[in-house]
Structure formats: structure tokens, C-alpha cells
């Protein structure tokens, strides 16, 4: 199982079927060891049992909404998702060495798909990249699923002067460069605001983390004047796609917020099951409520996973899934504490925190891609916390 759980990166760059093969495995595996073991301490924890009963109450939602069947089933493969963090937490990743070796096989697959959207540049420039999935998503890979290995990357790079350092630099500016080449904007901040942020929790030299910044600023200018459409991408268009500030009709950021807030106040209690956002949104009158401005674009989801979830499984959803992030936090949190010595488990609360960080652009929060990249750093952040029986 430990052989299999290292193979994860490098099934993750062939398609979501087998990343989503590979992960429900897994937790099929660990249901059944703690039920031959009678196992189940872990459960105690207040982030999984927060997931536990967001899980119960979306079904719940489902089977007294508008669409049973649908949204039941969205809402019931959920769950396989926090099993495979508590899998990694509590029983594959707790030994410090898998934790190691873990972290090089993610190394390795970060470079390899650096290399795969690099060659996908020279051969098929566009603004968007879509190596080697057929699909948008390749950012995710960078600047979710290896979120961690860059997290500690950047703190070795800002705190030692030697060869460690170097490299850790190099292999972090070139995930940069990669990650804003892939034209996916909500994963590149994610990148460079979590890597900032790591910079600062282990041992920085502010002069290494001053010039660090300068590099990535001087490759993006770079990067900017030679390609004028990304340039307009980060730049102008970005600004005047951010729902917080631009409400209106035309802004069709806005407008999927907008269509999960006024479900949300539709059915403020239980909302209308998982997922239901994708099918029901296109019967709403979006001339109300009247309070709201612009106008609803009803793609598959809110694209914000804190609306998403008002929407669909109510307020009280939302207080539960708040309840689970801040959780989750708060344990990579302690690790920091527990052992700040070791880079990856002072950096390990910076990944939840950018992951589930409330004003962005988010996939659906019952999703399956977004999910298997997310969940994954989720579990490798959470596995550096190992005093998770004594609390």
C-alpha cells in the first residue's frame, strides 16, 4: 500500500479515471483495515467528524430536494475524498521517512509536468494549456496537488545559502514561470501567494526572501512583454473579472456567484442538495431578489465553494463546512508547532489555508477533478501532524 500511495503522483499525470481509481482505492483499503483492526480513534478528530456530518446533512438536503437521484448521488461519493486525507493522515503517511519519500515522488512529478507544458508551449502555443489531460486544468497539478513540495521549496530557498537552496530556488521560479504559462489565474495566485507566505514560517533570511520575490517579479515582467496575451489575462482582464468588485451583468464571475446567493436565500435551511446548483439555476428569475445586482450566468456551479455551499446544503451546511476548513487548518497549524524544525511541517498549514481560502474562484466543492487535486495536498498537509490521538 505505501508502494501504491507513492505511485500517486505519476497516476495523477495520465487522467482523472485513474487518479479517481487510485484514490477511492485507498480509502476502500482503509475502511477495511480499521474495520478488521477496529480502528476508528481517528474519527475523533473535529475536522473529519465536521466532514462526517456535512456529509450526512448534504444527503439529507438531496433526499428532501428537487432532484433526489441527481444530487444523492453527487452528494454520496463525496465523502471518499476526506477518507483519503484521514488515509494519509492516520495510517500511509506516519513515519516521517514515507513523508520524505512522498515529497520527492511529488518533486518528480511537478518537473515532470513542467516539462510536459513547457514542450506543450514550444509546440502549441495558447493561452490556456491543456497537456497532458486534453483538459484546463494542468494548473491544478502545479499549484494545488504540489502545493506542499513548493511551500517547502521556498522556505529551504529563503533560509540556506548552499546548494540545497539553489535548487529549491530554481525548481520554485520555474513552477512559477509553468504555472502562469498555463493561462489559470486562480492557481497562480494560489502559487505565489502560498509560497509567500511559506517564505516567511522557517528560518527566512530576508535578504534571500527579498531577492527571491525580485527574480519572480523580473521572470513575470519578462513573461508579460513577451506574450502580450497573458499579459491582458493577469493584467486588465483579471481586474475587471474579480466578482467582489465588478457586479456587473456582463462580469460572468459575478454572475455564478450571483445565481448560488440567491438559491442560497431560496432555501436557507437545508439549500437543494449537492450539486443542484447546475440544474436549477437556469429556471431562477434572475430579476430577484432586487437587492442583488447584475445578472446570473448559470454555468455547473457557484464557483465558490463557501456560496456553493449555502446554496445546496444551506446555512447550516455552510457553518459545518466552515467548522471542517478551520479545522483542518487549525491541525496543520499544530504541526508547525509540534516541529518547527523540519520545513515540511512548519509549511503545512500555509496548503489548506490557500486552498480554502474564502475570496477566490473556486471548482465545485462536490467535484471530482478539483477535488482529487485539492483533497491530495489536504492529506499530505494533515499527514505532518501526528499528535492527532492525544487531542
Known amino acids: 500500500m505505501i508502494t501504491l500511495w507513492l505511485l500517486g503522483p505519476f497516476i495523477y499525470l495520465i487522467e482523472r479515471d485513474p487518479a479517481d481509481l487510485w484514490l477511492t482505492l485507498i480509502c476502500l483499503m482503509f475502511l477495511g483495515r480499521c474495520l478488521y483492526k477496529n480502528e476508528w480513534s481517528w474519527c475523533s478528530q473535529l475536522w473529519f467528524k465536521s466532514a462526517l456530518l456535512l456529509w450526512l446533512f448534504g444527503l439529507f438536503s438531496a433526499l428532501t430536494g428537487p432532484d433526489k437521484l441527481f444530487t444523492f448521488s453527487q452528494g454520496f461519493v463525496w465523502i471518499r475524498f476526506p477518507l483519503y486525507a484521514a488515509a494519509a493522515q492516520v495510517w500511509l503517511a506516519r513515519d516521517r521517512d514515507i513523508r520524505i519519500l512522498m515529497f520527492l515522488s ?4 511537478l518537473i515532470i509536468m513542467c516539462l510536459i507544458l ?12 491543456t497537456w497532458p489531460y486534453g483538459d484546463l486544468v494542468p494548473g491544478s497539478y502545479i499549484s494545488k496537488f504540489s502545493l506542499p513540495v513548493f511551500c517547502v521549496l521556498v522556505a529551504i530557498a529563503v533560509s540556506k545559502k548552499n546548494s540545497a537552496g539553489i535548487f529549491s530556488a530554481f525548481i520554485g521560479l520555474v513552477s512559477v ?24 514560517c522557517w528560518k527566512p533570511k530576508f535578504i534571500l526572501y527579498g531577492s527571491l520575490i525580485l527574480i519572480e517579479v523580473i521572470a513575470i515582467s519578462i513573461l508579460a512583454f513577451s506574450r502580450p496575451d497573458l499579459s491582458n489575462r493577469y493584467g486588465k482582464d483579471f481586474v475587471q ?22 438559491q442560497g436565500f431560496m432555501t436557507p435551511i437545508k439549500g437543494i442538495g449537492p450539486s443542484g446548483t447546475r440544474n436549477s439555476c437556469k429556471h431562477l428569475d434572475s430579476s430577484l431578489p432586487i437587492w442583488l445586482p447584475g445578472k446570473n450566468y448559470c454555468g455547473n456551479h457557484p464557483h465558490n465553494f463557501y456560496i456553493q ?3 445546496e446544503t444551506g446555512i447550516f451546511g455552510l457553518l459545518i463546512g466552515c467548522v471542517m476548513f478551520a479545522s483542518i487548518i487549525q491541525k496543520c497549524y499544530r504541526a508547525r508547532k509540534d516541529d518547527s524544525v523540519c520545513p515540511m511541517s512548519a509549511t503545512a498549514f500555509v496548503v489548506p489555508l490557500a486552498l480554502f481560502f474564502p475570496l477566490q474562484q473556486f471548482g465545485s466543492f462536490y467535484g471530482q477533478w478539483g477535488n482529487l487535486f485539492t483533497w491530495f495536498a489536504v492529506g499530505f498537509a494533515l499527514s505532518q501532524y501526528q499528535n492527532w490521538e492525544k487531542t
Open 177 to 200: 514561470f509553468v504555472s502562469a504559462l498555463t493561462g489559470e489565474r486562480t492557481n497562480f495566485l494560489i502559487r505565489a501567494c502560498g509560497g509567500m507566505l511559506a517564505g516567511l
Open 241 to 262: 473579472n474579480i466578482p467582489i468588485v465588478n457586479t456587473s451583468s456582463t462580469n460572468s464571475y459575478w454572475g455564478a456567484w450571483r445565481g448560488g446567493i440567491q
Open 106 to 109: 511529488i518533486l518528480i512529478g
Open 309 to 311: 455551499l449555502f446554496a
Open 118 to 129: 513547457i514542450a506543450e508551449t514550444i509546440i502549441e502555443p495558447k493561452i490556456r494549456l
